[in-house]
């Protein structure tokens, strides 16, 4: 059975940080494209950032330079840090592979809430 477990949400002021751990399972973790995704109310779900098999990264515009994706292929684990985080990072974080994502199969995800 596939599952991606997302885990590090919180509550957090303006400026500071948090780290995303997502742990899997049920699939062969290391050949994977993988990614985080976020989903604030009463907005559609965006791409935040992904990292390869190879371990390329790729972000979108609004997060550049402050978050950092990472994975952990001996653990089956793939980390998102967030710095300097801003109110509009508040949102519903995913983890996912592209195959699970195109067949719009989700996790629970984890809470980011920043306050002002």
């Known amino acids: 059975q596939v599952q991606l477990v997302e885990s590090g949400g919180g509550l957090v002021q303006a400026g500071g940080s948090l780290r995303l751990s997502c742990t899997c399972s049920?699939?062969?973790?290391?050949?994977?494209?993988l990614s985080w995704y976020r989903q604030a109310p009463g907005k559609q779900r965006d791409l935040v950032a992904s990292?390869?098999?190879?371990?390329?990264?790729n972000y979108a515009d609004s997060v550049k330079g402050r978050f950092t994706i990472s994975r952990d292929n001996a653990k089956n684990t793939v980390d998102l840090q967030m710095n300097s985080l801003k109110p509009e990072d508040t949102a519903v974080y995913y983890c996912?592979?592209?195959?699970?994502?195109?067949?719009?199969?989700w996790g629970r995800g984890t809470q980011v809430t920043v306050s002002s």
């Open positions: 049920g699939f062969i973790f290391s050949i994977h494209f």
């Open positions: 996912n592979t592209k195959t699970r994502a195109s067949l719009g199969l």
């Open positions: 990292i390869t098999s190879g371990g390329s990264t």
